[in-house]
């Protein structure tokens, strides 16, 4: 069983202080159950018009703030799981992708979350939270073409020792890492601030990870909890 242990920059520290996120590790099997992901999907957008958690809007609001102080401007570039909820209230459901990304969208809908999935065969190294400096390349699309950017000088991004993974900490996925159902090899990253509960930051993985053995019962998978302030 492989697990992926990415490494924090100490400076995040400054920008985030008590950041935690779970990292999760998926030697993936054979998908038995193709239509969880979607079922997911559709209760987790169903369930927005309730509010969510409690502490819902203090997270977004934390991830907003975050994001401010490293330059972006979250109302342009909000973090993935403020998008998600946006887009689900404005149009009322999500259009189905693939169903292990259905599924990790349905846990971000469901606990206000950011959570990222990557095909970690793509990898070269660990990942890496990292502040930019201007030079990395980040691999996308541009006008349906592919396209090479890099990302602003003092921003937060994930890494592999190839280029940026992630812009914006947790804004837009590249291509590259991109994650699919045929993944052999699959890691998630659940991020959270204070504002969520370390409580609630467990029951989200477990969701995950629930939802996941459902989809492919033979899947063996690995959970660590990383932070600046974990030893």
Known sequence: MFSVLP??????????????AL?????ASRIVSPDFGKQSLDEACQSIATGGPA??????????DVFRKFGAKPQRTACSAEALRKRTLKAGSLPSIDPVVDLYNAVS???????????????????????????????????GAPALEAP?????????????TCRRWNWRQGVRTRLTADAKQMWFVLESLPEMPVTALHDAG???VDGLRLLMPDAAIDTRLIGLHIQ
């Open 55 to 64: 502490w819902a809007d203090a997270h977004l609001s934390a991830w907003a």
């Open 7 to 20: 490494s924090i920059a100490r400076e995040i520290a400054m920008l985030a202080p008590g950041f935690r």
């Open 23 to 27: 990292s999760i590790s998926v030697n």
């Open 152 to 164: 602003e000088n003092g921003e937060v991004v994930w890494r592999d020792d190839v280029g940026v």
């Open 109 to 143: 809908l469901l606990y206000a979350i950011p959570v990222g999935g990557e095909n970690f065969e793509a990898y070269v190294g660990m990942p890496r939270l990292v502040i930019a400096d201007g030079t990395e390349r980040f691999d996308t699309t541009k006008d």
């Open 206 to 208: 477990d969701a995950l």
